[in-house]
Nanobody
Framework: QVQLVESGGGLVQAGGSLRLSCAASGRTFSRYAMGWFRQAPGKEREIVAAISWSGTITYYADSVKGRFTISRDNAKNMVYLLLQMNNLKPEDTAVYYC??????????????????WGQGTQVTVSS
């Protein structure tokens, strides 16, 4: 059974920090690029950050560069995807989703290649 379970969301004041976690199991996620996406009310889902299967290559949206850090831990039967979010801004308020890219091309920035998705976790940043 494929599972991607996010945790760590919540309410934080502007300038604060949160750490999101995603536990992925049920597929060989250790061989997939993975990423964090977000969707704010009334807006389209957008990529936040992505990381290659090995963890050696990362991608960040311009809006989060220098504030967010993506990382992963490829454990034996579970992959943990993390997103450290610092200096949060009200515009970071959204539902955050983790996702995995099982394609052979592994284009990290292409949301259309991500075939496995979690349920999402709410992040709210107050001003």
């Amino acid at each position: 059974q494929v599972q991607l379970v996010e945790s760590g969301g919540g309410l934080v004041q502007a300038g604060g920090s949160l750490r999101l976690s995603c536990a992925a199991s049920g597929r060989t996620f250790s061989r997939y690029a993975m990423g964090w996406f977000r969707q704010a009310p009334g807006k389209e889902r957008e990529i936040v950050a992505a990381i290659s299967w090995s963890g050696t290559i990362t991608y960040y949206a311009d809006s989060v560069k220098g504030r967010f850090t993506i990382s992963r831990d490829n454990a034996k039967n579970m992959v943990y995807l993390l997103l450290q979010m610092n200096n949060l801004k009200p515009e970071d308020t959204a539902v955050y989703y983790c996702a995995a890219n099982p394609t052979t091309t592994q284009t990290m920035s292409d949301m259309g290649e991500y075939g496995y998705w979690g349920q999402g976790t709410q992040v709210t940043v107050s001003s």
